[in-house]
């Protein structure tokens, strides 16, 4: 919190849990939600940026950092309801809506869910869970990478009990195969990502919101197709955003960055403060 001047951190009661939330800045309301394995932190290289034209609100996700880890409800539609108790003891009757990755997902729930408080919504390298993610190999095809942690992460207890104490292994493997830039992670930033997931609860409450995926599926099928304006941006995975939203949007554009990585908002901060803030004006 140090190093975000004009900052606070903060703790809400909200859907039977207690959410951490950062917020800063001044104008309309913009929720940031975090993906995994990280937390609120990874959007600290866009926040300053962002709070000179929104009220940032970076939110720990139920099971993620500060925030309460339950024992249940991590679907991303309970997820969403979270987000939207926060907005509104927050005071806000409608806001923008930004996520990347698990993140993302929530963020579509939220869309979806709650169409009436969301003016626009964004999301980046990854989207809701689609019957996609029923075919996706885990074997290494040519050219694409295997992601063995959606299995892994399905696991009951084995993730917690091989990874209490060693989650630095895992967030290491995971900025040098799946980020553009490895360098644009600091050994400080690797560091609290590793502490922030290194209990047996911090791994379980990650592990659900990859266990509830079949549950997402179903609830997307209820689903009517987003009516807000909608901006998608891919890095790595962006020929799949663009699968897992088709049909799912009647207002949707998108923006491929060339070149990137999985965590665009820590690899490539200045492009995302760029098409958020024209996309959000």
């Known amino acids: 919190m140090a190093m975000l001047k004009g900052f606070k951190s903060d703790f809400a009661e909200v859907n039977g849990v207690r959410l951490h939330y950062v917020t ?17 932190y990874q959007f600290h290289k866009v926040m300053p940026a962002l709070a000179r034209h929104h009220q940032v609100i970076a939110v720990d996700l139920r099971g993620m950092g500060d925030s309460d880890k339950p024992l249940d409800g991590y679907d991303k539609k309970t997820m ?3 987000v939207y108790e926060l907005v509104r003891a927050l005071g806000h009757d409608q806001v923008d ?49 295997a992601p063995w942690w959606f299995a892994f992460n399905m696991l009951d ?6 990874l209490e104490g060693r989650f630095r292994f895992v967030v290491d493997w995971l900025i040098d195969f799946q980020g553009g830039d490895p360098k644009a992670f600091s050994e400080e930033t690797r560091a609290i ?42 890095g790595m995975y962006y020929e799949l955003l663009l699968a897992q939203l088709e049909g799912l949007a009647v207002d949707a554009r998108f923006v491929e960055l060339k070149g990137a990585g999985h965590y665009l908002a820590e690899e490539r901060p200045d492009d995302i403060v760029r098409e ?4 959000f004006a």
């Not at 958020?276 to 996309?279: I, Q």
């Open 193 to 234: 990502y590793a502490a922030a997931y290194d209990t047996p609860d911090a791994i379980r409450g990650g592990n659900g919101w990859y266990q509830t995926f079949q549950q997402d599926i179903a609830d997307l099928k209820d689903y009517p197709a987003l009516t807000m304006p909608l901006l998608g941006i891919g």
């Open 157 to 162: 207890r084995l993730p917690g009990r091989l």
């Open 80 to 82: 969403a309801r979270d």
């Open 97 to 145: 809506v930004a996520g990347e990755d698990i993140g993302s997902m929530v963020a579509h729930s939220f869309a979806a869910n709650h169409p009436e408080a969301t003016r626009k919504v964004a999301l980046w390298e990854a989207g809701h869970p689609t019957e996609i993610f029923n075919e996706i190999r885990m074997l290494p095809q040519p050219g694409q990478p």
């Open 276 to 279: 958020l803030v024209a996309f």
């Open 24 to 40: 800063g800045g001044q104008g309309s309301p913009l929720v940031l939600l975090p993906g995994w394995p990280r937390t609120w």
